[in-house]
């Protein structure tokens, strides 16, 4: 009956999707408005309901949200039940889903590149000359000049100075002997004044990145605290993919520099003058939905310390890129000992600009080789100096932590640094912003991965699942990032959403054919894992292995099944009536906190009161 509705709901795809679908099963007929807000303070609400919009302008996010619930359900349905049946041996459920699979296929490939890595040695030509350390060139290879030019475009030309690798000790040995006692003659000095340019705003997954460096956070702990700090009205809007802010912000960016009160000592050479407004902080082309996370201007007071350290983050960022760049000087010194050459880098700040900002922190990092600050060489001097032939071995890759994993999701496996080719990259990502953390609790749920310190190790289930997986389609990070791009094209306007079902629909039903028709009798070994973790803790939980005499009427089951015997477990030849019974004391697959247990007709979860839902029957 009511004449008009105005829709609350969370501004952004999710929240649209979920107030329709509410309005839909309320059978609401009368006009819509939208209200469309960046932060929680009383003048942005009051904003927001003196601008409110037509809902028909959110019809494009509507049906991209529509598109992606559907796309999700269509396929991790249909996958997990098709996996679960085929493979599972009716003792596993094999989850499988849109983005929650590459993520894991990241992961595991990872794991697999270190554990087949095979290190190599070589070896590193060095001189000391006047307490500073000189590298020799070393030439690059035929792959990494044409890799170079192609990156280039083919327009710069790329010199190839140095020396050929050193293939062996001896080699190496016999260089120092050739240039110890002849002078280390200063060939070049070049110098080159630059800016450094303040860090960009945060968007939710840079923000995730750096608590998970800085503080060991979780991306669901971050996302969690972001969120409080929204709702407690002092940082605007969290579930956003820009970092750039709108042009409309900023005439209201010296009141939030005011209210930043525990900011003063930094916000104070601000005031009174006019902020800078740079293409690279404010740019409407970059915004969409919502600008990057900022502070609202709201004073920050009743925050735990965990919201004190992400708050300051966001708020250290924003006085930041008000602030001149950081000016520096780059020193490159070439030398030469018998036409061997010799290189050494250093950076000087000549002006520090935003880097007062984080003063505090960067006493804290360990400056790296770039960073330090070299004596004055002049062209054409000489003198002794100190060889010295330095053994190396190159290094595998690192594990994936939360921080870098949300960096691959973001740019569909890529490791980029440079913020303006992560941009290029974003369309193509897995997830959104607002997803991902959930993506990664959900593999640390199904017993997928598990964390050892910073680091995420895949578990032999999540190893086999991968391995299990033929189907591309399912386990690609780029073409998952293909149908995520399509997924934002919908909401742009420039792709149907009718398409986009019926190639979703397509892709299921070729991998429906494709997994019924193997014959290979590829198999998930849970019930092995199991066992093998009853064979390496015997002691702990002896009683819990050992099984009671049977009832009359079972003895000749019994009697079938006493040929298993569980090797060292305390008691040598102790019947049990199933591999499934190994089971009992074991961590649960589904909730991880409790251990499995036995009831009259099922195997439970010891946290079944709490909510856990597993319960496999007997077999």
């Known amino acids: ?87 599972g041996q009716n003792k596993q459920v094999l989850s499988i889903g849109r983005v929650q699979t590459p993520t894991l296929a990241l992961i595991v490939n990872r794991q697999l590149e270190i554990a087949n890595f095979q290190p190599k040695q070589y070896w590193e030509l060095k001189t000391n000359y006047r307490d500073t350390t000189f590298s020799a060139l070393i030439r690059k290879s035929d792959e990494e000049i044409a890799a170079e030019e192609e990156k280039s475009g083919g327009k710069k030309k790329i010199d190839n100075p140095g020396i050929d690798p050193i293939a062996n000790r001896e080699e190496g040995e016999a260089l120092v002997e050739r240039i110890k006692d002849l002078p280390f003659i200063v060939t070049n000095v070049g110098k080159k004044d630059g800016k450094e340019y303040a860090p960009r705003l945060f968007d939710l997954t840079s923000l995730q990145v750096e608590c998970n460096k800085k503080f060991a956070y979780s991306a669901d702990e971050t996302l969690k605290l972001i969120q409080s700090l929204y709702e407690k009205k002092v940082a605007t809007y969290p579930r956003v993919d820009t970092t750039f802010l709108s042009d409309d912000i900023y005439p209201k960016c010296p009141g939030i520099l005011k209210g930043l009160r525990d900011y003063e000592v930094l916000t104070a050479p601000l005031a009174g003058a006019s902020l800078p407004k740079s293409k690279k902080v404010f740019d409407n082309s970059k915004v969409t939905d919502h600008h990057a996370i900022i502070p609202t201007g709201v004073y920050a007071q009743n925050l735990t310390d965990m919201e004190r350290r992400v708050f300051d983050l966001i708020a250290r960022r924003f006085i930041a890129v008000f602030y001149p760049d950081c000016k520096v000087s780059t020193t490159t010194v070439l030398g030469e000992v018998d036409k061997i050459e010799f290189k050494v880098t250093g950076k000087q700040i000549l002006e520090p600009g935003w880097r007062v900002v984080f003063a505090k922190e960067q006493v804290e990092e360990k400056e790296g080789d770039e ?140 991998i429906v054919t494709s997994v019924l028709s193997d014959n290979t009798n590829r198999r998930i070994t849970i019930q092995e894992a199991a066992a093998q973790i009853a064979e390496e803790k015997p002691k702990k939980e002896p009683k819990k292995r050992t099984r009671k005499p049977a009832a009359p009427k079972e003895k000749k089951q019994e009697e079938k099944s006493a040929e298993k015997v569980v090797e060292g477990s305390g008691k040598e030849g102790v019947p049990v009536t199933g591999e499934t019974d190994l089971l009992v004391g074991q961590p649960c697959p589904v909730c991880g906190k409790g251990t499995i247990i036995k009831g009259k007709a099922a195997y439970g979860c010891s946290e079944w009161k709490n909510g856990c839902t597993f319960r496999r029957a007997f077999d």
């Not at 303070?41 to 959110?58: C, M, N, P, V, Y």
């Not at 690609?476 to 079902?501: H, M, N, P, V």
């Open 371 to 510: 960073e330090r600050v070299l004596p004055v060489f002049v062209k054409g001097e000489s003198g002794p100096h100190v060889p010295d032939l330095n053994e190396k071995w190159t290094q595998p890759p690192k594990p994936y932590t939360e921080a870098t994993l949300l960096r691959a999701m973001e740019t569909a496996g890529k490791l980029v640094d440079n913020d303006e080719l992560r941009d290029a990259l974003k369309e193509n990502g897995i997830g959104r912003p607002s997803t991902r953390a959930a993506i990664i609790e959900t593999l640390f749920k199904r017993n997928y991965i598990r964390k050892e310190k910073k680091n995420l190790i895949a578990t032999p289930t999540g190893v086999e699942l991968i391995q299990l997986i033929h189907e591309e389609l399912l386990k690609s990070a780029e073409l998952t990032g293909i149908w995520e791009k399509k997924l934002r094209e919908i909401e742009k306007r420039t792709y149907d959403a009718r398409q986009f079902l019926e190639e979703l629909k397509q892709m299921v039903s070729e």
């Open 1 to 87: 009956n009511a004449d008009e509705i105005i829709n609350c709901g969370d501004a952004g795809q999710e929240g649209e999707l979920i107030q329709r679908w509410v309005m839909q099963k309320a059978g609401a007929r009368c006009p819509v408005k939208r209200l469309w807000i960046s932060s929680l303070t009383e003048e942005a609400i009051r904003e927001g309901f003196a601008k409110l919009k037509d809902q028909a302008d959110f019809q494009s996010l509507y049906e991209a949200g529509l598109s992606r619930a559907m796309g999700d359900w269509l396929l991790g349905m249909n996958a997990t039940r098709l996996y679960t049946i085929k493979y």
